[in-house]
């Protein structure tokens, strides 16, 4: 059974940073991509990064780019999000997701998710 366990959630300054979590048990990646998505009240979930496992292949958006960076720890099957220098915007519940054989960005492409937590950026 796969299971996504996320951590490292909460509430930072604009400008400030923030490092996500997800780890992933009973899972193979055979080059599925790991992505992060972010939901906002009355939007659309969006993705915002992802790392395909051959060569360590990343995708984000151009609201992040340079922002955000997807890598990944394989020891204990750990991909982290480091979010620098974030806005209000990225306000958001944030979510990864695993397995999709659709383009990385489609949000219903995926199998697995993880629970989601808030992440919150204000003064």
């Known amino acids: 059974q796969v299971q996504l366990v996320e951590s490292g959630g909460g509430s930072v300054q604009p400008g400030g940073s923030l490092r996500r979590s997800c780890t992933a048990s009973?899972?193979?990646?055979?080059?599925?991509?790991v992505a992060w998505f972010r939901q906002a009240p009355g939007k659309y979930r969006e993705g915002v990064a992802a790392l395909y496992t051959v060569g360590d292949t990343t995708f984000y958006p151009d609201s992040v780019k340079g922002r955000f960076t997807i890598y990944r720890d394989n020891a204990p099957n750990i991909v982290y999000l480091q979010m620098n220098s974030v806005k209000p915007e990225d306000t958001a519940m944030y979510y990864c997701?695993?397995?999709?054989?659709?383009?990385?960005?489609?949000?219903?492409?995926?199998?697995?998710w993880g629970q989601g937590t808030q992440v919150t950026v204000s003064s």
């Open positions: 997701a695993a397995r999709s054989t659709s383009p990385w960005y489609i949000a219903l492409g995926y199998n697995y």
């Open positions: 009973g899972y193979t990646s055979s080059n599925n991509p």
